[in-house]
């Protein structure tokens, strides 16, 4: 089992990768699995798919809004108060942000998106730091995307929070690797779930055209032949905090089915 003991950190829990990712810690042995999101009712779901595994992993909820710096602390100090430590930190929270184009957009929202993807995972990296290096060491996976390597019409304010969150994830990498702390990122392109379904359903309406033909229209630039599932995704981001890429950090790995290849 790739986390056997460990005890990890979830941010961002919702319908989709946040959920697959807490429930796929506690598959691959994780003694506990901490959950945390703004909404105690995603909580709530994401701990009873836990608990219908029957595998007695242990189980913290903690509301949590990682823009917020004292929520953050607040989280890893909890996890370290009923667990005694942290291992493993997948930081999967996000903000989408708004769909423009960059000419047209409000750069407030830009703003939004910043506080989330970029300051407030690294203010929850920075709380969970302290604990892993009084631990001897841990894993910190950053959920990132293929949009900072490949730009897609509209996203332009998502992918420039999340490039500069890979730009110091490479920085970290180099500063914690003294303390046996990896630090990686996950570029995620489409995946289906719950997100990317509603967001097939809503082009179709606003397009006229069927959902199926959408889809087959992304399909094609996928060398796999399908929109890769969100679990499927999940399992390539606990291989990254597990010890199986102990000698992994400051990667990036691409999770897309091939749609972008890096020369």
């Known amino acids: 089992m790739l986390l056997q003991d460990k005890v990890v950190i979830v941010s961002g829990i919702g319908p989709g990768l946040g959920q697959e990712l807490s429930t796929l810690a506690a598959r691959e042995g994780a003694s506990a699995v901490v959950l945390a999101a703004r909404t105690p009712a995603k909580l709530d779901t994401a701990e009873a798919?836990?608990?219908a595994l029957g595998l007695n992993t242990q189980v913290l909820k903690v509301v949590t809004d990682?823009?917020?710096?004292?929520?953050?602390?607040?989280?890893?100090?909890?996890?370290?108060e009923v667990f005694g430590r942290i291992d493993v930190l997948f930081n999967s929270a996000?903000?989408?942000?708004?769909?423009e184009p960059i000419?047209?957009?409000?750069?407030?929202?830009?703003?939004?998106?910043?506080?989330?993807?970029?300051?407030?995972?690294m203010q929850l990296t920075q709380a969970c730091i302290p604990h892993?290096?009084?631990?001897?060491?841990?894993?910190?996976?950053?959920?990132?995307?293929?949009?900072?390597?490949?730009?897609?019409?509209?996203?332009?304010?998502y992918g420039a929070s999340k490039s500069a969150l890979r730009a110091a994830t490479k920085h970290l990498a180099l500063e914690l690797g003294g303390d046996n702390i990896r630090?990686?990122?996950?570029?995620?392109?489409?995946?289906?779930?719950?997100?990317?379904?509603?967001?097939?359903?809503?082009?179709?309406?606003?397009?006229?055209?069927?959902?199926?033909?959408?889809?087959?229209?992304?399909?094609?630039?996928?060398?796999?032949?399908?929109?890769?599932?969100?679990?499927?995704?999940?399992?390539?981001?606990?291989?990254l905090g597990s010890d199986y890429a102990r000698v992994v950090t400051g990667a990036a790995l691409d999770v897309n089915g091939g749609e972008y290849m890096p020369l």
């Open 183 to 239: 630090v990686n990122s996950c570029h995620m392109g489409w995946m289906w779930g719950p997100a990317v379904e509603g967001y097939f359903d809503w082009q179709s309406q606003a397009s006229g055209r069927s959902k199926e033909e959408l889809m087959a229209e992304v399909t094609r630039s996928i060398p796999l032949g399908h929109i890769p599932d969100d679990g499927d995704c999940a399992k390539a981001a606990v291989f």
């Open 66 to 80: 990682i823009a917020d710096e004292a929520q953050c602390k607040a989280l890893a100090d909890a996890t370290v």
């Open 49 to 51: 798919e836990i608990q």
């Open 94 to 99: 996000y903000d989408p942000g708004s769909f």
């Open 103 to 121: 000419a047209e957009a409000d750069l407030n929202g830009w703003r939004r998106s910043m506080e989330v993807n970029f300051f407030g995972t």
């Open 132 to 157: 892993m290096r009084t631990g001897g060491g841990g894993a910190i996976v950053m959920i990132a995307t293929m949009v900072e390597h490949k730009p897609l019409a509209t996203q332009g304010g």
